[in-house]
């Protein structure tokens, strides 16, 4: 990890850019090895999507979204897998698109998973009345 995003270059601090921001220096960063984000809390649980039901997709665009949100203020947010499954357009247990469920987050937020559970089921029709209409923060 560390030879692949630093170079000796980084070895010595070095103006940057002196010609538009004088004085702006870069300054060497130690990079670890490795990195265990498990070790830092910004990974979510391991979940299983059950047999019945191919949402695979909406577990990936869940997990992108709670990656975001970890970056952005260091607490990993718990999503509702069923409710991306359910209100995302075109999809459902049969599949769907990753990119589309991550648009309906970055519009609409998203529930709590422990609000609206994923439940594996073939239905497509939401179980909770307004659950889609509703905005939700991530």
Known sequence: LKAKYTSSYLDEAKPVGSELTPGVRVEAVTVPDSLDWG???????IQDQGTNCVAG?????VAAAETM????NRTIGFFSEEYVLECTSGGSCKGGDLLAGMKLMLKNGAPPRLLYPYTADSSTTPKTSGICD????L
């Open 39 to 45: 070790d830092k809390g910004g990974i979510s649980l």
């Open 134 to 137: 509703k905005t939700w923060n």
């Open 57 to 61: 997709w909406a577990f990936a665009s």
């Open 69 to 72: 949100t970890y970056l952005g």
